[in-house]
């Protein structure tokens, strides 16, 4: 599973990357600060099942605080796109090639609308933010549909000399943006009678714009809301795009508390609404102000710095991924003695045979049977997974 951070330049692309997961990226106030892309861990906090059991996991990777086991997940920040991108304006649109690996994206936008099209910042509230969330889709919608057209006229005759299946042929021709065949049946059931060398432009591009929202789904992280007028412009966008999952967001707090939880300086659990001073006499009189401002005006009033929710959402909101724990029924410990060290994350409609082929194709080829261990009851390869189960697997060898 990878994340793309994706949106315009100078809006806090790297900050919301580096308090994900801390890693050190370059971040500063002027445009296309990050050229190559950064990738790192961020991590999905979901429910413990140790909780369950009443028991303390050791996880392998990631970490659980309270029963709130912190999974991880692959992330990637990208260099800023400017409208014209797919054209080739501002860094062009070479690093569009860095997010065809993503399952999801998180669009970073100012809400505060303090930065201007071309990433410059200027005051708060003179560029309408609106913008930028319609003007990313159609940069996206543009690249897909330019990935599309390359080479269209020759592989539509292809197509038809060979009488190739049309979905099979043009899911391996997009498999590196994650399309499969499905997904092209999809979207091509009104063309169904129509040789592909009848499409038109108007119907690749349309095309274009369904396998990107099925492929690249997108959260929108309403960032800098700590600024002046960013709440008054984050009402405004939730009305004006319903349809949209929009989250407020502080990076730049997020990424002072955890790094203040680094040096432990303050206890902070990522995506809680309070923190807990451990040292106070060892912070000097600004980092202390900076910390009492985000208490008062990010936690206090939002709930969260919100940058944890943003990750949470895109993968178990939107993407609707599951959590799921192997463990077996009279043991939930691995030979190390580790109690659930492992937690993986799958996606909808997982079954117990492909959790199985998930931990290794050894026990997919050989899957006997499954164990919901929380329930202890038995059940087959067809069974549905849901997010929190606990499940052993017997196969055969
Ligand atoms: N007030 C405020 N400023 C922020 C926030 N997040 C980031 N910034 C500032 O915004 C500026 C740009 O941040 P970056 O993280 O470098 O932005 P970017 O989107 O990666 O920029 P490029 O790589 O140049 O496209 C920096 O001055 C950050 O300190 C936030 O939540 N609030
Ligand atoms: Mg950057």
């Not at 994340?3 to 971040?27: M, Q």
């Not at 993503?102 to 609106?130: F, M, Q, R, W």
């Not at 936690?299 to 895109?314: A, E, N, P, R, Y």
């Not at 724990?325 to 003695?337: A, I, M, R, S, W």
Request: net charge negative.
């Amino acid at each position: 599973m990878i994340v793309g951070v994706v949106g315009k330049a100078n809006v806090g692309k790297s900050t919301f990357f580096k308090a994900s997961t801390l890693a050190e990226v370059e971040i500063a106030n002027y445009p296309f600060a990050t050229i190559k892309p950064n990738s790192g861990v961020g991590y999905i906090k979901v429910d413990c099942a140790d909780k369950f059991f009443n028991k303390q996991c050791n996880p392998r990777e990631g970490f659980c605080i309270n029963h709130k086991r912190f999974v991880p997940v692959e992330m990637i920040d990208v260099a800023g796109l400017v409208p014209g991108a797919h054209e080739g304006k501002g860094m062009g649109n070479q690093f569009l090639d860095d997010l065809r690996q993503a399952d999801v994206l998180i669009h970073v936008i100012d809400v505060s609308g303090s930065t201007n099209e071309k990433g410059e910042p200027i005051g708060p509230g003179k560029y309408d933010p609106a913008d930028d969330i319609k003007f990313l889709e159609i940069e996206l919608d543009m690249w897909y549909y330019g990935i599309l057209k390359k080479g269209w006229e020759k592989f539509a005759k292809q197509v038809q000399q060979e009488k190739m299946d049309v979905a099979k042929a043009l899911a391996k021709q997009l498999s590196g943006l994650k399309v499969d065949e499905d997904m092209i049946k999809d979207v091509t059931k009104n063309l169904k009678d129509i040789i592909p060398e009848k499409w038109t432009d108007d119907q690749l591009k349309d095309i274009a714009k369904q396998l990107r929202q099925i492929t690249k789904p997108m959260i929108i992280a309403c960032n800098k809301i700590d600024v002046q007028n960013a709440t008054n412009n984050f009402t405004r966008l939730q009305n004006e795009f319903p349809d949209h999952m929009l989250i407020a967001c502080s990076a730049e707090s997020e990424l002072a508390l955890r790094e203040a939880a680094k040096a432990e300086l303050i206890k902070y659990t990522p995506g809680e609404d309070s923190f807990e001073m451990l040292k106070q006499d060892s912070l000097n009189e600004k980092q202390t102000k900076a910390l009492e401002f985000i208490k008062d005006n990010i936690l206090k009033k939002f709930g969260s710095t919100g940058v944890q929710q943003v990750l949470d959402d895109s993968v178990q909101k939107l993407l609707k991924y599951i959590a799921i724990f192997p463990g077996g029924v009279n043991k939930l410990e691995d030979q190390h003695g580790n109690t659930l060290p492992d937690c993986f994350l799958l996606p909808p409609n997982s079954t117990a045979l492909d959790f199985a082929y998930r931990l290794h194709s050894d026990f997919g080829d050989n899957f006997i049977r499954a164990i919901d261990v929380k329930t202890k009851m038995t059940v087959g390869k067809e069974h549905l997974l849901k997010d929190g189960d606990v499940v052993e697997i017997i196969s055969g060898k």
